[in-house]
């Protein structure tokens, strides 16, 4: 069983960055596709950002756009969400899904992913 881990989290002010990492464990992640959701509280869980396996194709939520990126390197079976100019609205529980094949691109959709992490919180607040 495939098991990921985030970590990267934690209290910012708006305009601040931060960057997430997840990590998995017992597997390669060279035959996964990884996504980033995230949900806030009294909210449904909304896709943030998904990397294919080669890290050629990446999709992001129109509201991170320009400012979130993430990568991926499949050596250290990381992938890495790099946040910037955060806002109270990226406020939330971060999780990195799985998705077990070779794809040449990705979508957020949470139904696809098969595996998740336990999650990492995320708060933006001055």
């Known amino acids: 069983q495939l098991q990921l881990v985030e970590s990267g989290g934690g209290l910012v002010q708006p305009g601040g960055s931060l960057r997430l990492s997840c990590v998995s464990s017992g597997f390669t992640l060279d035959y996964y596709a990884i996504g980033w959701f995230r949900q806030a509280p009294g909210k449904e869980r909304e896709g943030v950002s998904c990397i294919n396996n080669n890290g050629g194709s990446t999709n992001y939520a129109d509201s991170v756009k320009g400012r979130f990126t993430i990568s991926r390197d499949n050596a250290k079976n990381t992938v890495y969400l790099q946040m910037n100019s955060l806002k109270p609205e990226d406020t939330g529980i971060y999780y990195c899904?799985?998705?077990?094949?070779?794809?040449?691109?990705?979508?957020?959709?949470?139904?696809?992913?098969?595996?998740w992490g336990q999650g990492t919180q995320v708060t933006v607040s001055s």
């Open positions: 899904a799985a998705k077990h094949g070779v794809f040449r691109s990705c979508a957020l959709r949470g139904a696809d992913f098969e595996s």
